[in-house]
């Protein structure tokens, strides 16, 4: 395993900092588990993956193997059912077919305040501790369906818990201004177990390669030059 | 009751903006739901009251009779415990008889990051629906023991929410810059119906009198030339 170092944020910062990482179990945490993994060796790293109504729970057994790959602590949080999202709301179809390069405003998939809320929740097992990181693996190709993906969401909730916590916590997203792509290429170059993720939105192994998620992860390693270990029903 | 307009933030936003407001049953956020109902009347008002391991319940009890005083509907909501605080830990005692005119410092009742996870939560519920102001009972009489009542993360805080929820929802906190004193005299002018909220950390009725929200209410009152209420077993 190689890591360049002039790729990763500087560690100068205090080694008593603990980092916490939220972990899906998809492309993007599992590529910031890496990330933090390859940049911060040897400090203490949480990944968290939070049960939040989602209609399917395999994503967790995803995490869960790539923590276990990583050598990571893993913790599973149960947050009350969010309402208004096609991922918790069965009343509401996840999309499937959608034509990712003209579609526009939020995602029927946007999940309300889903990064915030789990931001806080991070703030708030941390900042019982002490210092600390809490990273969010979000990209640019998420900013039109997700406003809390943006730069300015990210700068916002950094200041937000900077200030709302003992410790001065802070927020990192080092693939905020990163396209799904560049994140594949970093992984593939750094043995990121993609074999071990899942994104399917259907919740589905293997993926239906339909929903939108599917769709982005295919164009995303076809884009980054590099075969995507897991098999699909449909291919686009 | 009479309200004098030329003390209430403009209602000038949207009337289909809904409001929710955090009750915990003591006197700030009690005070809040008069604030919030004398300044919106009309519109949808819900209080909402998190339930996050507090030793006591007695104060869901306190909020539930305030939001119905109000005609307000009330929803209760339950978090994970947050670990680190003397409300939340049997481990840690919630401290008496502190001067509180000489205290610094992180107070051992601050619970993590707890403002900013009731805002997170709120924000989720709220975006769910539409556009919606989200409201805090924080003054200034908080600031030290309390990092996340500052006006700065007050600030912060509604930049978060407002850029990571699809209806850009928006944080208030009218007392910010207020005094509990001040809190109180406003509440004593508007009619707030103090006989039914209860601020001990002991949870105990009638007040122990000597922990640090009863000592500050009591003096709150006693600033406000006010007579609280309630009933304490030492005033100090």
Not at 147 to 156: K, L
Request: a negative charge.
């Amino acid at each position: 395993m190689t890591v360049s170092p002039a790729n990763l944020q500087s560690p100068a910062e205090d080694p008593a900092t603990a980092h916490y990482l939220l972990l899906s179990g998809g492309v993007d945490s599992s590529t910031l588990a890496g990330w933090v993994q390859h940049s911060h060796r040897g400090a203490p790293i949480v990944a968290i993956t939070f049960m939040y109504g989602q209609k399917h729970g395999v994503e967790c057994d995803a995490a869960s193997a790539v923590a276990a790959h990583y050598g990571l602590e893993h913790r599973v949080v149960g947050l009350s059912a969010i309402e208004g999202s096609a991922l918790t709301d069965d009343h509401q179809a996840v999309p499937e077919g959608r034509d990712l390069a003209t579609v526009t405003g939020v995602a029927p998939t946007y999940v309300p305040a889903r990064n915030l809320l789990f931001l806080a929740t991070l703030a708030s097992i941390a900042d019982a501790h002490g210092p600390a990181d809490l990273w969010l693996g979000v990209h640019r190709d998420d900013h039109t369906g997700y406003p809390d993906t943006r730069p300015e969401f990210v700068r916002a909730a950094d200041e937000a818990v900077r200030l709302g916590t003992q410790y001065g916590l802070r927020v990192k997203a080092p693939f905020v201004e990163w396209s799904k792509a560049d994140v594949v290429r970093w992984g593939v170059g750094h043995e990121v177990p993609y074999d071990l993720t899942l994104s399917c939105y259907q919740g589905s192994r293997p993926g239906c390669g339909v929903c939108d998620t599917c769709q982005a992860r295919i164009e995303a390693f076809r884009e980054a030059g590099a075969v995507d270990p897991i098999p699909y029903k449909v291919e686009g």
